[in-house]
């Protein structure tokens, strides 16, 4: 497996605050994976994603992106923070300019894309994210989940090679999280390594395929969503709960989930389910 980005024995404090938010981290982002960060509040998070932009320096330690040292010179800078991409947790953080489609055009204009491409890649965007009947309003008439779906248009729109979503589907109705969801399987397809933070834990147990857990500032927990949250009590001890669907398989006797993978759609469970009774009709049991 090799490593997109990698904290290394990372400290950090907030200036004018004796509590490290981040302590000795060491984490590791697989390259090409769909990737779960999961930690009770204040576990150090955002923390993380803002060293990995450079915009917070460890006090120690170090920050790598491919195996190199990061550089913090401003040019150094500016061509991570075109391969590294980061959706605040915040919106309101993000968002630049005063209707979603100045804003999205800004950063692309930024990124030196030529004039010509801008308006069609804007108008792509913000279809792809159901933001074109807003795409003139003023931002801060926009809902907060629509302000999200702005501002995670905005760093999708500049193909990061790491994408990193910090809650993006915080505030989100269903319609949308699908929608996002469908979007993050699209570009992820295409090869770009995605970061989630979130609390949910069934999206986590779903969508990922590598979960990663911190605890007061490190990384506590490291592999696939099967592997992470088979540890049931560690899980729970660190303030994280179980998802539903494997809390659910837990009850389905050992002798009929004999070696079958847990489920982790509703209709792969629902289908496990109907087989199940098939079978028992069959025998008539
Ligand atoms: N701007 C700040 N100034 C001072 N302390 C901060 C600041 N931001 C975060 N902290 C502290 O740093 C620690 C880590 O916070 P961080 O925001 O990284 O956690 P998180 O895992 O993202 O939490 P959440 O799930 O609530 O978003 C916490 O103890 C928090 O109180
Ligand atoms: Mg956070």
Redesign the pocket.
């Known amino acids: 497996m090799s490593f997109i980005l990698e904290a290394r024995d990372i400290n950090y404090s ?1 200036p004018a ?1 004796d ?1 490290q ?1 981040l302590r000795g981290l060491n984490l590791r982002i697989p390259s090409g994976k769909k990737i779960a960060l999961c ?9 993380f994603f803002l060293h990995a932009i450079g915009i917070h320096r460890p006090a120690a330690g170090g920050m790598l992106w491919k195996g190199e040292p990061f550089s913090y010179r401003q040019d150094d800078l500016r061509t991570l923070r075109r391969q590294v991409g980061l959706v605040f ?1 915040d919106p309101e953080q993000q968002l630049i300019l005063s209707t979603p489609y100045e804003d999205v055009s800004y950063g692309l204009r930024n990124a030196g894309v030529p004039e010509s491409d801008i308006s069609l890649r804007t108008a792509h965007i913000l279809a792809s994210m159901q933001l074109t009947s807003l795409a003139d309003k003023p931002i801060h008439h926009l809902s907060l989940g629509q302000k999200k779906r702005v501002a995670l248009a905005g760093v999708l729109v500049l193909a990061p090679e790491l994408l990193l979503l910090d ?1 993006p589907t915080a505030y989100l109705d269903r319609a949308s999280e699908q929608q996002l969801l469908a979007e993050l399987d699209r570009i992820h397809a295409q090869g770009m390594t995605v970061v989630m ?1 979130t ?1 949910d834990m069934n999206l986590a147990y779903a969508w990922a395929d590598w979960v990663l857990v ?1 605890d007061r500032g490190t990384c506590v927990m490291e592999g696939t969503p099967a592997e992470v949250f088979a540890q049931e009590e560690t899980i729970v001890s660190l303030g994280l709960e179980l998802p539903l669907l494997l809390d659910l398989w837990q009850a389905v006797p050992e002798r009929l989930r004999r070696d079958a993978a847990p489920p982790r759609t509703a209709e792969a469970f629902k289908r496990f389910l109907l087989e199940q009774r098939e079978a028992w009709e069959f025998l008539n049991i």
């Open positions: 907030y605050t509590a938010a930690g009770h509040n204040g576990s150090g998070k955002s923390t947790q809650e933070a609390h911190m």
